[in-house]
């Protein structure tokens, strides 16, 4: 069975600096990986995924993930934190059994931002 | 362009009693999923709905049912609440065998 593991719980970045969230994954065949953040009260945002191919992915304001094969790691990156990112971000992998489809999330990290 | 859609917002019940909510996909997305996610947790998946069939399920008891209509909207039903039954209820919607899933805003459940 696939899971996922987001080891930070909470982290706390100044407004300008750069950050790094950290998400491990157990699954046996080649994964789907996504993130996604979630704002106080609503939904999911879809930040950016992997399928396949190059392995640093490209997201939505400014974020990037990279995909490790060999650690089973898909961090979360970007250069420089706005105010405006603080939220709870979500690592997911996706599993298929024919066409069915879920996500399996980690607990998620509550990103906080000091100006 | 409509995004994923879900009603109501907000829901308080009592234990024991039922509830019903309500998700529309986004357009042209045929398949829909569900989720819970309880306070301070990531999402669990609930079921996935094509075809007005239950194609998959998550560990959720038999409380926990749904269904799909043909214009792919879909229902979530929950029997006799309990305590624990509070979280938010989250629908995504996709194609079918697609990868990504977009999600509604959700409905916020409260059981007293």
């Known amino acids: 069975a696939q899971s996922v593991t987001q080891p930070d719980i909470h982290i706390t970045v100044s407004e300008g600096a750069s950050l790094e969230l950290r998400c491990n994954y157990s699954?046996?065949?080649?994964?789907?990986l996504f993130w996604y953040v979630q704002s106080p009260g609503q939904g999911l945002q879809l930040l950016l995924k992997?399928?396949?191919?190059?392995?640093l992915v490209q997201g939505i304001k400014g974020f990037e993930a990279e995909f490790k094969r060999s650690q089973s790691s898909f961090n979360l990156r970007k250069p420089s934190v706005h105010w405006s990112d603080a939220a709870e971000y979500f690592c997911?992998?996706?599993?298929?059994?024919?066409?069915?489809?879920?996500?399996?999330f980690g607990t998620g990290t509550r990103l906080q931002v000091t100006l | 362009d409509a995004g994923v859609t879900q009603s109501p917002t907000h829901l308080i019940k009592t234990r024991g009693q039922q509830v019903t909510l309500r998700c529309s996909p986004k357009?042209?997305?045929?398949?829909v999923s569900w989720y819970q996610q309880a306070l301070g947790q990531g999402p669990q998946f609930i079921f996935q709905?094509?075809?007005?069939?239950?194609?998959q399920r998550g560990n959720f008891p038999d409380r926990f049912s749904g269904h799909q209509f043909p214009n792919y909207s879909s229902e979530l039903n929950v029997n006799a609440l309990l305590l624990g039954d509070s979280a938010l209820y989250l629908c995504?919607?996709?194609?079918?065998?697609?990868?990504?899933?977009?999600f509604g805003p959700g409905t916020r459940l409260l059981v007293l």
């Open positions: 699954y046996g065949a080649t994964p789907y």
């Open positions: 997911a992998v996706g599993a298929w059994a024919g066409t069915a489809s879920k996500l399996t």
């Open positions: 357009s042209g997305h045929d398949t």
């Open positions: 995504a919607s996709s194609l079918v065998g697609g990868e990504t899933q977009y």
């Open positions: 709905y094509y075809e007005e069939e239950e194609r």
């Open positions: 992997y399928f396949s191919g190059d392995t």
